[in-house]
């Protein structure tokens, strides 16, 4: 790709990542294998809803790869990852346009031998994680899900964010005191029901 070729690029992608390299024939079926889960997880708790959370993703490589992913898979993620903040974030604004109210917003998890109990315990906890992200300001809730849910190093984070690893930290430490004390006053207000019950 020609230095000024990124310029011509839609403004929604042209700022996501570093200059990918050429694509080998055949490498974006590896690149979407290689980067499915990652991209369906970060798009599903940047709060794009589960019922589209499969289109999205599908929008992500697509866009991708239409607009100038080019390079070996295992150096896509940045690419991806920039695509996929804007993909989620304008699936966001369209479910608040058609005013969308998930009744159910996670499925049943993947594990027949769980019992009701365990199954309505973890539909609850994915339910209030889904709703301190959701409170979370963008910047905070980004580096929080791929240090605390991906499990990504803060120099991996600083790479794909293109900030420096002390903002990551700043970022990631208010991230985490936020997180405490909503989770904190979820706990509060749950005492305070079983206590009236």
């Not at 050429?22 to 290689?34: K, W």
């Not at 997180?179 to 029901?193: K, T």
């Amino acid at each position: 790709m020609q230095a000024g070729a990124l310029n011509e690029l839609p403004t929604e992608v042209a700022d996501v990542g570093p200059e990918p390299l050429p694509l080998a024939q055949g490498e974006a079926t590896q690149v979407v294998a290689m980067h499915f889960d990652f991209i369906w997880r970060l798009l599903r708790r940047l709060g794009v809803a589960e019922a589209d959370v499969d289109d999205a993703a599908q929008q992500v490589f697509l866009t991708a790869t239409s607009k100038g992913l080019r390079g070996e898979a295992a150096r896509a993620r940045p690419f991806l990852y920039g695509v996929a903040l804007r993909v989620a974030a304008n699936f966001r604004r369209a479910a608040r346009r058609r005013r969308e109210v998930s009744e159910d917003a996670m499925g049943d998890p993947h594990a027949p031998d769980l019992a009701a109990d365990d199954v309505a315990d973890l539909r609850r906890a994915r339910a209030v994680l889904d709703a301190i992200l959701e409170e979370m300001p963008d910047e905070l809730r980004v580096v929080f899900i791929l240090s605390e849910i991906e499990q990504m190093t803060a120099a991996s984070i600083a790479e794909l964010e293109r900030i420096p690893p002390g903002t990551v930290a700043s970022r990631l430490r208010r991230a985490r005191q936020l997180f405490r004390m909503r989770l904190a006053s979820v706990a509060e207000r749950d005492l305070a029901e079983g206590g009236e019950g």
